[in-house]
């Protein structure tokens, strides 16, 4: 590839890059996304496991107080979580109320800061475990936190081992069934394991992401695939404009030629006419004068030579506008048998005509189209030195509308490296050749809206094919 159409497929990477960006653009936005709501859940389980608890504890508050309070205090008259059968009251009270909730642990402090009643048997009779927590809880202030554990990772990216909310709230004598407003009689702890919570919000947050990740992935691979293509067909594109501008250039620089040889051609001529009709004056008077000298018959035949090939450059350079009338391509192709017949006679060249009998009419130039068929012939006999036949054949395919003529040889047929230059003008194989009798075919098959192909039989020879366009009046 040349800089020229580097430089075209050049913003079709651009786009690649914008692609590209954009996608993870994109996806970092995701994540942004997809972590504020995470951290939303995650306040919003926070918040709501707060109230529950405090909800919690209003109602164990409420239920210790009716049945375990009010009938103890009836019943020992004292209340004394030492004595074996007070505390085992109150852990069915305890039990009772909280068995269907997630409650992790129960400490029930007395107003000295000793755990008076636990869920865990161990800790019952120690002091000073609650912290600032219990002294505000005595002050009447409720007080909730997480704590979390796990390592440094773990709690950065919001899967922590363990989350347990801690709730400290008031222990209060009721006044009236209704509110909870009486003297603190103590402090209540639970402790919730919202552990599962945080990982679902976790799992949630992971399959977003990986859905994310699935969609990028796919439109990813779909954008590159769509600017592969674009970029496959910018270069096609200018890779095309390149050869078009090549074959300006050729048909400018052809033209060029063309026009110089046409005026070389054309002041040759006229001297060359007149040295013909001199020489045949000449080649008259010798007969009388010197029968056995033949140079004036050599020079008529030179000349003559040298005129067809002037023909062929003129008509090559300077193409006519084909004049197109309603013919019939078997009578231009008697024509050329015919006249060709005659300058094949006695040498051991044979042609053989074949037509299908329903051949429509074909809009065409009668003279330009014998010259072409005259260019083609001229090389099948050329190709056999020796002699040998030329089929001539011309049908009608009525699926395409279409007339095919065929010409073909038992030559020595096309070697294959010429098989591309076979139209250029000059190019010839041969020592006397112009190489423009197929210039000057292809020119004319063209300004009928033919088509014209040239290649090796399966057997020996050439044969040559064109399709002519059937008009429809
Ligand atoms: P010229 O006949 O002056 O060489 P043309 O343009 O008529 O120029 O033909 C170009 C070349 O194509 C010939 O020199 C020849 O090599 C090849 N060619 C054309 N027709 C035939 C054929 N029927 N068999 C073999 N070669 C052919
Ligand atoms: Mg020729």
């Not at 109320?97 to 161990?122: A, C």
């Not at 190709?383 to 040889?409: C, H, T, W």
Request: glycine share 6%; aromatic share 8%.
């Amino acid at each position: 590839m040349n800089n020229n159409t580097e430089e075209k497929v050049k913003p079709f990477r651009l786009v690649k890059y914008f692609t590209f960006i954009s996608l993870i653009v994109m996806f970092a936005g995701t994540v942004v996304i997809s972590s504020l709501n995470t951290h939303s859940a995650r306040n919003m389980l926070l918040k709501k496991s707060k109230d529950y608890a405090h909800v919690l504890v209003e109602n164990l508050n409420h239920q210790i107080f009716m049945q375990f309070f009010i009938p103890v205090a009836l019943k020992f008259g004292k209340i004394q979580l030492r004595d074996e059968e007070q505390f085992s009251h109150m852990d069915r009270v305890v039990k009772n109320t909280l068995h269907s909730f997630r409650v992790e642990t129960v400490n029930i402090y007395d107003m000295n800061n000793v755990i008076s009643y636990s869920f865990e048997k161990s800790v019952v009779g120690k002091q000073n475990m609650g912290g600032s927590d219990y002294q505000n809880a005595v002050k009447g202030r409720s007080t909730s936190k997480l704590i979390q554990s796990g390592n440094f990772w773990e709690i950065s990216f919001g899967f922590p081992k363990q989350s347990l909310l801690i709730t400290f709230d008031p222990l209060r004598a009721e006044k009236s069934l209704a509110q909870m407003t009486g003297p603190i009689l103590g402090v209540v702890e639970i402790v919730q394991d919202l552990s599962d919570d945080y990982k679902s919000i976790f799992n949630l947050q992971i399959r977003v992401l990986e859905t994310c990740a699935i969609v990028m992935g796919i439109l990813f691979i779909f954008l590159i695939f769509v600017v592969k293509r674009g970029e496959d067909i910018l270069e096609r594109r200018s890779l095309e404009r390149l050869k078009l501008k090549e074959e300006l250039n050729r048909a400018q620089r052809l033209a060029a030629l063309g026009e110089m040889v046409a005026g070389v051609s054309h002041e040759i001529r006229n001297p060359l006419g007149i040295i013909r009709s001199s020489a045949e004056h000449l080649k008259k008077k010798m007969l009388i004068l010197d029968p056995s000298n033949t140079i004036p018959h050599i020079i008529v035949e030179e000349a003559t030579r040298l005129n067809n090939i002037i023909t062929d450059f003129l008509n090559f350079a300077k193409p006519k506008e084909p004049e197109l009338i309603q013919c019939r391509i078997e009578e231009i192709l008697d024509k050329n048998i015919s006249f060709f017949s005659t300058q094949i006679d006695g040498k051991h060249y044979e042609i053989e005509r074949n037509y299908d009998g329903s051949i429509p009419e074909i809009m065409g130039d009668v003279n330009m189209l014998y010259q072409a068929f005259l260019n083609i012939l001229l090389n099948a006999k050329e190709a056999m030195p020796g002699g040998g036949k030329i089929r001539v054949s011309a049908n009608y395919l009525s699926q395409e509308n279409k007339v095919k003529v065929v010409f073909e040889d038992e030559g020595h047929g096309l070697p294959d490296e010429i098989a591309d230059k076979l139209w250029d003008p000059f190019f010839t194989t041969k020592e006397m050749g112009t190489g423009l009798g197929l210039g000057i075919v292809k020119n004319i098959i063209d300004a009928h809206g033919g088509s014209i192909s040239i290649e090796n039989k399966s057997s020996r020879g050439a044969q040559a094919v064109i399709y002519f366009p059937v008009k429809n009046k």
